[in-house]
C-alpha cells in the first residue's frame, strides 16, 4: 500500500482542524518553552518515587552543554534527547500542512545545536557524551541510544519534507553510519539491540523515504539479533564489571526488554508496553517491504493477544506500574492499571501497520477506537497539561492515600520528568492525516471518517462529514475509474451508501466496496446509537458493570457532576431513554450525556460492613462526557466502568 502525504491531505473537520490549530498555536510553543527551561512550570515525576528526575527538563541544554555552548552537567533521564526530536518532528508535520517562517527558524536554531553536539564520528547522545563516554554502546540493556537515534531520524524526515532543509536529516544519516560501523554480525561488531526499540521502525521509516537498502538492513540486523543470544545483557554487564567501567549489577529481566526469545518466535505481548509495541510496529514494517512469513505469524499473534485479552476498552494497553508492562490475560484492572498514552500511540502505530499489511476492518476499528479515547485523553484542551498514565477509574481520595497508585494523577500535570509522552502526543495527532486514505494498486482505502480532501497523482476525493457527531458524510470524487473500500465501524448501525456514477461492487463484514467513476457522489448514513459495553467475565474487575459508548467515543462519569459516583447504578433498560444536553464551559461541539440510573440510598455511611438486605434505590440521573475529555474541570472522581442495577432472578 502507499501512503499519501500529508501535504496531500487538507483537513476541513471542524474537530480534528481545532486539534491541529491547537498543536501549532499552543501545545509546540509551550513545549519548546519547557524544554528550554524558559518558565516556571510544575514538572512532576510520572509516579511517587523520589528517585525520579523532576522540577525542569534541561533537555536543550543537555545539547547545549554537549555543543559546548553552555557549561554544566546532564540532567534529567537518558534518554532526555528524544523529547527535543520529537518536538521536532512535531514542528515538521505540523509545517506539511500550515507553513510558519517563525516556527521554521525556531526549530532551525535548536538543529543548529543538535548538530554543534554532535561528535567527529557521528555518534550523539548527551547522556554518554557528558556523563559516560566509555560506557557508549556499552549498557544496551538501559542505555536508549537506538533509541534516541530512531527518533532523530523520524524527526529528520519529517523536517526535511516539510522544509527542504537537509541538515538535521545528514546529522541522523551520520549518526546512523556511526551505529552500522558497530553493531552487525561481524565478529568486531556488537550483536546485541538496544534495551528499548524505536530504531527498528525508523529505519525502515529512512529506507523509504531515500531507497537506499542499507537501512532496511539494518533494521532487519536490530530485529532478528533481539533474543538471539539470550545472555547478551548480562555479559554486558559482567563485562563493564570486570573492566572497572561501572559498578552497575542489575536483574535483567529479558520478558521486560522483549529479549527472552528471537522477535519471529514470540507469540504474547509481554514486558513493557511501548518498547513491545514498538518492536511490533518495526516487525509489521519490515514484513511489509520483505516479507517474512515467520516474523508475519508472531505480529498476528501478538496483535491477538493484545485485542482479544490485553487491551482496555479505550484502546489503552498495560495493565500494571511494575515495569510500565503488558500482565496476563484478562488482568485489566480499572484503578491501578497504566495505559501509558504512549502505548496507546504505539498500539495506533502497530494497528495502521498491520492494515497495510492485510486491509482487515479490525485493524482501522482499533485506529479509531484508540485515537478517540486513549491517545485523546492523553491531553488536556488547553495542549498546555498531559497525562502519562490514563486511568479508567479515578478515587481522588484513594489516589492521595494509596501509595499503589501513585502513579495515578488526578489531574494532568504541567509536565514530566520523564517527557515522552507530551511530545509524542503532539507529533501524532499532528499527523492525523496520515491515517485518513491509503492507496493499493488503482483502489483507495477509506479509513477514517474524517472531513478532508485528498489529492492524489490523477484524482481528487473529498469528505464532507460533521462526524465524529454527525450521521452522514458526502463523498465526492474526480479521476480516473478506481475502486473505493469504505470502513464500516464497528459501532455503526444501519449504515446505507446512495450512490450517484457509482456502484456497490461487494459488501463484506466491516466492509464496503464501491466502483467509482469521475464525478462520483457517495453519502454514507449511518446511526450512532448510545450502546451498552458488558465485558468478557474472565475479565474479573467487570462483572456485572456496564460502559457507555457512543460513535467512536467512549464516555466516563465525573464526580464533578454526580455526586457521590459511586453508588450510581445502570439500568441497561434505560439506555435507549438517555438524552444529550449542551456541556458546560470551553467543550466545542460535545456535550453531555444524560442516563435515567438507579442511586443507592440506603447505606448507612458510618457502617463498614451489614448484612445482606434489599438496597432502597431511588431514579437518579448519571451524566455521562467523553472520557476523552475527564479531568478538564478539576480535580474529580472519574469512572467508566458502573455496575448494572441487580434483578431478582426466579
Known sequence: MREFELTNVKITSDFWKNYLKLIKEETIPYQLQVLKDDIA???????????????????????????????????????????????????????????????????????????????????????????????????????????????????????????????????????????????????????????????????????????????????????????????????????????GLSDDNPIIDLEYLQAYAQPQNQKHAVGHAVRMLYMATGMAKVVSRDFDSDLYQACLEIWDDIVKRKMYVTGGVGSTVHGEAFVGPYDLPNDTMYCETCAAIALLYFAYEMFQISPKAEYIDVMERVLYNGILSGAAIDGKHFFYVNPLEVDVDSCHHNPGKGHVKTQRPDWLGCACCPPNFARTIGSIGRYIYLESGSGIYLNLYIASQLQGADFTLEQKTNFPYGNTVDIIYHGPQKSLYLQEPYWAEELVVDCERAHILQKEEHRVKVFLEDGAHLILHFKQSILGIICNPEVRENIGKIAIQKGPFIYCAQSVQNADLKYYRIDPKLIGQSYFEEMEENFKECVNLKIPCQKVECWQKETLYQFDIENTNVLSELVLIPYYLWGNQGETDMQVWFPMVRRNTT
Open 41 to 243: 512550570v510544575d514538572v512532576q515525576a510520572e509516579r511517587k518515587d523520589d528517585s525520579l528526575p523532576a522540577g525542569k527538563s534541561h533537555a536543550i541544554e543537555n545539547f547545549k552543554i554537549a555543543a559546548g555552548l553552555s557549561e554544566g552537567e546532564h540532567f534529567g533521564w537518558f534518554f532526555q534527547d528524544s523529547d527535543v526530536y520529537k518536538w521536532i518532528e512535531s514542528v515538521g508535520v505540523i509545517l506539511q500542512s500550515q507553513p510558519d517562517a517563525d516556527l521554521e527558524i525556531q526549530a532551525d536554531e535548536v538543529i543548529d545545536i543538535i548538530e554543534k553536539a554532535q561528535e567527529n564520528d557521528g555518534y550523539l547522545d548527551t547522556y554518554f557524551q557528558l556523563k559516560y563516554p566509555k560506557l557508549k554502546y556499552r549498557q544496551l540493556y538501559f542505555s536508549h541510544e537506538l533509541y534516541c537515534a530512531g527518533h532523530l531520524i523520524e524527526a529528520a524526515i519529517a523536517y526535511d519534507k516539510a522544509t527542504g532543509k537537509g541538515k538535521l536529516l545528514t546529522v541522523a544519516k551520520r549518526f546512523v553510519d556511526n551505529i552500522a560501523e558497530h553493531f552487525g554480525y561481524e565478529d568486531n561488531q556488537i550483536q546485541g539491540a538496544d534495551g528499548h526499540q524505536e530504531i527498528e521502525l525508523a529505519l525502515v521509516k529512512l529506507y523509504d523515504y531515500t531507497g537506499d537498502d542499507r537501512y532496511l538492513r539494518l533494521a532487519q540486523f536490530f530485529i532478528d539479533v533481539r533474543g538471539k543470544d539470550v545472555d547478551f545483557y548480562q555479559k554486558e554487564v559482567d563485562a563493564n564489571l570486570a573492566e
